[in-house]
């Protein structure tokens, strides 16, 4: 056999992929050819460099990142289907004769909500075909879908305006508390997505609405504003907490950057814990893991506690 | 909780995104190093790995349980390297040097016990490495890859890159070659 198929040899002799035979060959050779021998020591370098070249502390920062840019990016996914749906939902009821403008991404829709009332103020909207101002979405009403396929991102709905007059809803009015759920999620006022959180938590009628809870999920998952990712867990005390709810706080207390959501993630993981969702024998597991590696310390101090309890 | 991976798979595919999120998390750092080992650029591993996981998610419910979930997701991986395409605006951070704070090469951990000698070899090796591999085809570097830092089997690079055993071990042999060429007299 030539020297290049020792060469080779050596390789699989490394990677543990070499049968005895040739094993037997590559040592007896080894020991007569002093130019196999010096490839032999080479590829041992690079071999044991390499594995010995382990770089997490790095690499962990950028799976963290990594992982908040990919979550970000599939919430966004997700919510143009939702938005479609609570909205198709909400606004079916009203039908009224159409004027034809499109219109597309219907976020700002619930910019006139507040305290748990739909206000609809004032006569004479301005519209174009152009698109419509900011101020006009407060004025709108009369949805009517001619076009609610989310496939394209787009979507298609007439509106009409009304002589003056305002529209109360009820909170625990159903269909209030659908676009309630929607500007939890949507709106880009961090202020009225909080606002949303505190108004639906006053209707009686919300514990098991699974629509809502998943809402808050998401929302103290994802959300960009630390104070709504707060109000969103303070929430879950509201509801009746499950084993989603559970896992969800626990997913907070593992990737949430704020300490401080860290530690009302643990205080309400305790309030579960108490209503008798308890922690299973892997969520210990995670939380035990957590300790090591959390960077505060009453973070630290307090998963302790949890896990004393059990 | 202790679902098994198939059982993950399943939920993940009737559009449960936590057990997607599970399911993902289980590889995700393999994937998320490779991409970083292959580009020497975290921005661009980044952007691999995003790629990647939005891949699956559009395309988990076609997997069909033909293969592990583990050589669909890293096929998935060697291909979107390969064929990843720099940012422009990234251009000049191709080649990593020793003195470029930001690279990863530099900022080897010292929570093990090391001294400050040990780290300088250490990182200085690894930059020469990484100066080596870019002198590596794509193919070559990938089964490379593969190999040393992930430790597959080489029929396993075999099928997570579509050829043949012999293809692998010629890259291997060939990557090798050239690495010993680049690194002779680094030791
Ligand atoms: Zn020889």
Redesign the interface.
């Known amino acids: 056999m030539q020297h290049e198929k020792y060469e080779e040899l050596i390789q699989y002799y490394f990677y543990n992929e070499i049968d005895e035979a040739d094993k037997k060959l590559l040592e007896q050779h080894l020991i007569s050819c002093p130019q196999c021998k010096t490839h032999f020591e080479l590829f041992k370098k690079i071999f044991n460099s390499i594995n010995e070249n382990e770089n997490n502390e790095f690499e962990d920062k950028l799976l963290f990142e990594a992982r908040a840019e990919l979550r970000g990016y599939l919430k966004a996914q997700k919510n143009k289907t939702s938005i479609i749906k609570v909205l198709t939902q909400a606004f079916s009821s009203f039908m009224v004769k159409p004027i034809g403008i499109a219109f597309g991404g219907a976020v700002v829709l619930l910019a006139g909500l507040f305290t748990g009332y739909l206000i609809f103020n004032e006569p004479a909207v301005n519209y174009s075909k152009e698109g419509l101002n900011f101020a006009d979405y407060s004025k709108i009403q009369n949805i009517n879908f001619l076009d609610a396929d989310p496939d394209d991102g787009e979507i298609e709905f007439t509106y009409e305006s009304v002589k003056p007059g305002r529209i109360k809803g009820n909170i625990n009015d159903s269909r209030v508390r659908e676009i309630l759920t929607y500007a939890i999620l949507n709106e880009k006022n961090p202020g009225t997505r909080l606002n949303s959180i505190n108004v639906i938590n006053a209707s009686s009628q919300h514990k098991n609405d699974d629509e809502l809870k998943n809402a808050l999920i998401s929302v103290a998952k994802y959300d960009n504003n630390p104070g709504v990712r707060r109000e969103a867990i303070k929430s879950f005390n509201e509801l009746s907490v499950d084993k989603e709810i559970k896992d969800a706080l626990i997913y907070v207390l593992l990737n949430d950057t704020s300490a401080g959501i860290r530690i009302e993630a643990i205080n309400s993981l305790m309030e579960t814990s108490k209503k008798g969702i308890k922690l299973d024998e892997s969520d210990l597991t995670t939380l035990k893991d957590k300790i090591q590696l959390d960077q505060n310390n009453y973070v630290r101090y307090q998963l302790r506690n949890i896990i004393k309890e059990y | 909780?202790?679902l098994t991976e198939n059982e993950l798979i399943l939920k993940a595919q009737r559009g449960d995104?936590?057990a997607f999120?599970a399911l993902i998390?289980r590889y995700?750092?393999m994937v998320?190093?490779l991409a970083?080992k292959y580009t020497a650029n975290?921005d661009d591993?980044?952007d691999i790995?995003?790629e990647v996981?939005?891949r699956v998610?559009k395309n988990l419910s076609g997997f069909q349980f033909k293969s592990e979930f583990s050589t669909w997701l890293f096929k998935i991986t060697t291909n979107m390297c390969i064929t990843y395409k720099r940012k422009q605006n990234r251009f000049n951070q191709i080649t990593i040097d020793a003195d470029d704070e930001a690279s990863?090469v530099s900022?080897?951990?010292g929570?093990e016990d090391l001294t400050p000698e040990v780290i300088t070899e250490?990182a200085e090796?690894?930059v020469k490495?990484n100066k080596a591999l870019e002198s590596l085809s794509p193919n070559q570097k990938m089964s490379f890859l593969l190999?040393?830092?992930e430790g597959y089997?080489?029929k396993e690079i075999a099928e997570i890159m579509n050829c043949k055993e012999g293809t692998i071990?010629k890259y291997?042999?060939d990557a090798?070659?050239k690495?010993?060429l680049k690194?002779?007299g680094s030791?």
């Open positions: 909780m202790h995104d936590l999120e998390y995700d750092k998320l190093r970083l975290p591993a980044k790995y995003q996981f939005i998610y990863p900022q080897i951990s929570s250490k090796f690894e490495i190999k040393h830092y089997k080489i071990k291997l042999f090798v070659r690495l010993q690194l002779v030791f």
